[in-house]
């Protein structure tokens, strides 16, 4: 009996990794793809905010543009991501990963006191990913790493930021089936293995036998 590889699944599949700043979750999307390249998949990597014309502005007006408009910013650098880049290579049957997606878009802005049920509303139709990672550690250890590394933006630099991002994401992802990774106490490639393993059982099936 063999092991049917991911890329036979009738479409490629859609991976997500989200989870608190400074978590690691770029260097962990690089060692999952290195090992689904060695076990013979086509990979795509992308992240979010796209590099698309919407991401771009969306990363430029981060700092200065708050609340709705930007939540709603975000969301169309999303479906624009997705119709653009991931729906695409999907449809080719690669593997895509993505480096934050829809539990991101739940969670960032909160942080502008948004109502959780509205930034429900707002990315609701996006394709829901085939597997959604999602990183957790003691906001202490995460507070840490942000302050060795610096804040990216305006959200890293409120006060109690990791404690406030852990628990939005603790709400925001009741509503998905998540994998849960603790990446406080194993390195990125451990991880990488974990995930790696996780998609072997989900989607890799017996190959069927036929008899002359």
Known sequence: MTLRPFSDHRRGLLISIDGPSGAGKSTLVHHLAQLLVAAGEDVHITA???????????????????????????AADRYHHVETEIRPHLELGKAVISDRYVPSGLVMQRFDGLDPAFLWALNAEATRPDLCVILEADPDIIARRLVERGAHNRFQLAPGSSHAEAHFYRQATERFDVLRVDCGTRPPERLAEVIRDRLTAFFAAPAIETSA
């Open 48 to 74: 979010e905010p796209s590099t698309g014309p919407i991401g771009v502005l969306a990363r430029q007006l981060t700092e200065t543009v708050t609340g709705h408009a930007l939540a709603c910013l975000y």
